[in-house]
């Protein structure tokens, strides 16, 4: 279960600076392969009674693999939209399977991170257009659906602070999931220097949530989600 938060990060990057159009609240389902094990994701975006968001993406086994992987991997923004910024508030990762949890707080205005991964402590300067990880699948819809250019993007993962790289490919491409059959644009993301490489694939029938999402890693397969269900 270990590449499910790695995936869920699922995560891409565009000038934060743009007028925000990401969807509205929306709960997804897919179904999670994690190379042989099968799971679940979900995908859900929530607007709180005070204005700001929550973002949450749960991971994890079903069916008989719950007996080597039991217990889930939620990773959850809390953030805000001012003067056309995307701001994070509080990012919270939880992961039960391996007994760790990790909170950070954002203080814009201070610009300081503060908080745990693990057992190590977080004490970093909040740079310009920064996100937290969760917060980049919001990123690549808002940055297709406006037509904005993909580029690199400052993004705390675990308690680092790291550039993400992002290539939105020109073609389009037919995906077909248990949801349905869905015309999409495919966008790539990967750290600078890494050989992970992640892909998903945006449908403008669904407002552009992705349908489909893969991880892969020195050229090999590790996760795979399809979209199953969609409220909204």
Known sequence: MKNIILITLLSLTIPIKASWGFPSDFNAVYDAKIKQAKGQLTSELITNEDGTYSYE????????????????????????????????????????????????????????????????????????????????????????????????LKVLDKDKIETVEVERTQEVETIIVPFGEFVCIKVIHSNVDSNRKNILWLAKELNYIPVKLIQMESGNTNFTAELRDLKK
């Open 57 to 152: 993406m749960t991971t994890n086994a079903t069916g008989v693999w719950k007996i080597l992987a039991n217990g889930m991997i939620s990773e959850k923004s809390i953030f805000k939209k001012e003067n056309n910024q995307l701001i994070p508030i509080k990012y919270i990762l939880n992961n039960s399977i391996k007994g760790f949890k990790s909170e950070v707080n954002f203080d814009f205005k201070n610009n300081r991170i503060d908080g745990h991964y693990k057992e190590r402590i977080i004490d970093l300067i909040f740079e310009e257009d920064m996100i937290d990880r969760v917060l980049l699948q919001l990123d690549i819809i808002n940055s297709v659906k406006e037509n904005h250019s993909l580029t690199t």
